[in-house]
Structure formats: C-alpha cells, structure tokens
C-alpha cells in the first residue's frame, strides 16, 4: 500500500464506527498491517500493543468508545507519518555453479 492508497482518516473513523464487525477489525488490522514496518520499533510496539487490544465494547455513543477511535485515529496518522524501514533485498542462497570450480572437482574425481 502507498501513500497515495492509504485510507484517508475520515473513511477508517466510518469503518471503526461501523456496526460491522468485520469494518472494525479490518480498520484495526490496516493499523497493524503500517505498524509492521515502522522503523522506529517504539512506535512500532506502542501500535502493535494498542491493536492487540483489540476492539473494545461496541458503544458509539460511549464517551470510551469515543476515546478508543480517536486514539485510532491518532495511531494511524503517526504510522503514515513514521519512516519507513529499509528492507534489505533478498539474498540468493543458491549458488550457480563456476566452470573452474567444475573443472577442479572432476580432476579430483578423476583423481
């Protein structure tokens, strides 16, 4: 997910208000999913620790509730504002074979 893809602010607000279960943990998950390549691994454990929570008793009208999705809110701002980490590029473990290690290995077969 880029930037440009991320959901704005006022659309995770609709889905964490969402009688919708689903629309809940999904706006939840989005958090976590930012969280996971954080580079700053505070704001990644603050994040990851305000999700494993999970989503608190449905009540829209709860001033707790009401708490819980602006503190939502207020993750998800810092985790697209937060850089990013490097991710290194993978390393090969397979090794092609090099024709003068080949011819090595046959004298010594050959022997």
Same mark, same amino acid.
């Given at each position: 997910m880029?930037?440009?893809d991320a959901p704005q602010a006022s659309t995770l607000r609709a889905q964490l208000l969402s009688p919708r279960v689903a629309d809940r943990v999904q706006a939840l998950y989005l958090i976590e999913q930012r969280a996971e390549g954080l580079?700053?691994?505070a704001l990644r454990r603050e994040l990851q620790q305000f999700v494993s929570r999970g989503v608190p008793y449905?009540?829209?009208e709860a001033l707790s509730?009401?708490?819980w999705v =602006? &503190?939502?809110l207020v993750c998800w701002e810092r985790a697209w504002q937060?850089?990013?980490a490097v991710v290194a590029?993978?390393?090969h473990t397979h090794r092609q074979p090099r024709p003068e290690r080949l011819r090595? =290995? &046959?004298a010594l077969a050959c022997g």
């Open positions: 880029t930037q440009t580079s700053d691994s449905f009540a829209p509730y009401q708490a =602006a &503190r939502a937060a850089p990013r590029a993978p390393v090595v =290995a &046959r």
